[in-house]
């Protein structure tokens, strides 16, 4: 296989990899997204944060953002909370229900990949681990261009 051949595998894998993550999704809670699981996610991770602030870290339009929390609170997954240090400011926190479903996806994900990656010898998949990390963590380069 070649540089490009591998590139574009890789690419097409990913893109599979993303559909089945979409869908599963849908099945554990169908009138939430993927994107929605992964804002719940982050903001327990964070222990809460502004709207704004999770539009900034997953580089999504702010209404993108706006319509995901607007489902979340819906569900009552998410709360509103004024920031204790600035009372204009509101804090997207967990509900205990929120909590619960995102713990109850947690480990149904865990599941599943310990189920596919069963078979998988240990030095690969500490190697595809490694790899998943390096990819992830690739910044495109600062081309200086602030506008």
């Known amino acids: ?43 327990e991770e964070r222990g809460g944060c502004r709207a704004t602030d999770l539009a900034a870290h997953y580089a999504l339009d ?12 819906r569900a009552g997954l998410i709360e509103r909370r004024l920031d204790p240090d600035d009372h204009r400011v509101q804090v997207l926190h967990l509900t205990g229900t929120g909590r619960q479903l995102l713990a109850q996806v947690t480990e149904s994900r865990r599941a599943a990949f ?6 998988w010898p240990e030095e690969d998949l500490e190697r595809f681990a490694a790899y998943l990390i390096r990819y992830n963590a690739w910044t495109p380069p600062d081309d200086g261009d602030d506008a």
């Open 62 to 73: 702010k209404s993108t953002v706006s319509r995901q929390v607007a489902a979340l609170e």
């Open 114 to 119: 310990r189920e596919r990656l069963a078979d």
């Open 1 to 43: 296989m070649t540089a490009a051949e591998a590139v574009e595998a890789i690419q097409r894998e990913m893109t599979v990899f993303a559909r089945r993550a979409r869908a599963s999704a849908g099945r554990m809670h169908p009138e939430l997204s993927l994107v929605s699981y992964t804002l719940l996610g982050h903001l």
